[in-house]
Structures are given as C-alpha cells and as structure tokens.
C-alpha cells in the first residue's frame, strides 16, 4: 500500500518487471486503502464504442461506461496503449498482453493512475510546479512550460541548500488546518520526486524579466495557478470541485508573482522577502553534490516529514 499526504491507495498485480521505482518510497504499512486500483492485462483492450458520449484530450478519450463507471482511454501518437475503467472507490488499468514483462511500466505506469482523481477527494490539487523545501517549508515555483520553474529550484538547491522534492508537479492540500505541499511519484523529465510533506510557505508565480520585481497578488493570482492545475476536462464536477480548492488556496496561501531574472540575486530576493531574513551562508558547494533520484531523505539532521 501507498501514501501520499491524506491519501492511502494499493495497486493490485503490482510485480516482477511491472513495478514502479518511482512508487517505492512512497511505500506505507497498512490494510485499509481509501482507493485501489488492479492491473490487468488482455489481448484486446475494452476500448469504449464510437460515438459513446466520447470527450478527447490531448492524450486521452474518456466515456461513460457500464454501472456508473469511466472509460479512460490512454494515447501514445494518438494510439491507445492502456484503458482504465474507473468506480467511485476503485479502477482496473487495462494494459496489452504484450506488454506484460516489459520495463516501460517503471516509468509510465505512475502517470496512468490518475492520482489526481482520488486525491481531490482527499481535499488535495495536483500543480505543475517545481517545489523545493527549506527550513521545513515549501517554496512552488509554477509557470508554463519553459517558465524557469527548474531554473530557480535548481538555484535555491545550489546556493541555499534546498532539497529539490519534485521539478514537476505535487499535491497542495489541507492537512489538519494548515496547507501542505506533498510529493508525488510522478515527475515529468525531471529526476527529483521525494516522499516529503512540508506546509506551504508560499505559490511563486514566475516570469522571465531582465530584473527582479517580486509583488504579493493573492487571490489576482488564482487564473495562473489554476491554469498550472492538472484537471480532468471530460469530468465536469472534478473541474468544479477542483476550482473551489484552488481558489480556497489562493486566499489562504501568500502568493506572489516575481519576475525575475537567471542571477543569483533572484534567489537573494526572493529568499529574503520569504523568510524575511538575509540568507545563510551556504555556498556554491552544493551544486556538486549528487542528489538521490526518487528516494527518502536520510541522515542525521532530517526535520522533514515522510509517509
């Protein structure tokens, strides 16, 4: 069984050469999942019928299904290569016989999960930001594709010391009152995805600039977060649901939009408006140091919470 910030789920049939690394660390004792999911494999995948109240995304085609389900339909180059069929407290990813045994599951069979779905239940988004942890505090750095995110968390890593948790995307949500940052198994191209749980300090919308100007926005901020957000666009109710989080988050959350530039002294600035104090003293040392890819935080000294 797995766990990601309130959320407990186990994947059935989860073995051999069809494992996920990247689910490893996420690893949790216990008996009760809140969601499950089941692999299976076929010769011929339930592909959904034409014309059956189809809605196509970019890489996928979702459709009603039998009992209340959802039929969601994976795409590579515009083929199906997977089928989860979906309930309200379960699903069964559907995976080709002959791709049984090979190793393309360790990397892509995360994404095919969804776990978005069953976290938003959980009071939790899923954002495509960079997010780096320092003094027991996540920092986000969202923005578009090519917007910088991996720029600045790679700076604060090497001049800060901070741990990047995952270049690509978490899950915000609310824990026990508060707003906390939580990692994720899945990272996009980017090595980074530890199983750490920190409170938010703050959203940093960015914007490549030729200088440094750093502004408080608040709830101004709520389009640029929420176009960040991974959504489900054949599913009305979780877009709606997922909007209202959002827009909690961006009144309760210090967000800020910084334009900035690739220097050092945007982490200067940005650092000390944060924390409101000067940095420390930290060095390039840092930035050759090796990080672990997909692990836990180990050593003496670690303040930070794991699941």
């Known amino acids: 069984m797995y766990r990601i910030g309130n959320l407990t789920f186990s994947v059935r049939n989860l073995t051999g050469d069809q494992s996920a690394d990247r689910l490893i660390p996420f690893l949790h004792e216990g008996s009760q999942p809140d969601y ?17 109240g189809l809605i196509r995304s970019q890489d996928t085609i979702a459709a009603p299904g039998e009992n209340g389900s959802t039929v969601i339909v994976h ?25 049984r045994g090979k190793p393309w599951h360790a990397y892509f069979l995360p994404d095919l999960l969804h776990l978005e779905r069953p976290l938003l239940k959980k009071d939790c988004f899923v954002l495509h930001a960079a997010y780096v942890a320092l003094e027991d505090s996540a920092v986000l750095f969202t923005a578009p594709s090519g917007g910088g995110k991996s720029t600045q968390a790679g700076m604060w890593a090497n001049l800060l ?90 009144q309760e959350i210090p967000i800020y939009l910084f334009r ?28 050759n140091r090796p990080r672990a890819d997909c692990g836990r935080q180990t050593g003496p000294g670690s303040n930070h919470r794991q699941f």
Request: hydrophobic share 35%; aromatic share 8%; with cysteine.
């Open 161 to 250: 010391g901070a741990r990047i948790i995952n270049g690509d995307k978490l899950a915000v949500g609310i824990q026990e009152g508060s707003w906390f940052a939580h990692g994720l198994p899945v990272s996009g191209s980017s090595a980074d995805c530890r199983n750490e749980s920190h409170p938010v300090r703050a959203i940093v919308i960015l914007e490549k600039a030729g200088e440094n100007s750093l502004t408080r926005v608040g709830i101004a901020g709520f389009n640029r977060v929420f176009s960040q957000t991974v959504l489900n666009p054949w599913d009305g109710e979780f877009c709606g649901k997922a909007m209202d989080l959002v827009a909690r988050a961006c």
């Open 260 to 287: 900035c530039t690739k220097t050092p002294d945007a982490v200067h600035v940005l650092y000390r408006a944060l924390f409101e104090k000067e940095e420390p003293t930290h060095g390039n040392e840092q930035s």
């Open 75 to 99: 795409l590579s180059e515009g083929e199906p290569f997977a089928v989860t069929v979906e309930q309200e407290s379960c699903a069964v990813i559907y995976l080709p016989e002959s791709s």
């Open 36 to 52: 499950r999911y089941e692999l299976r494999f076929c010769r011929v995948l339930p592909l959904p019928r034409p014309g059956a």
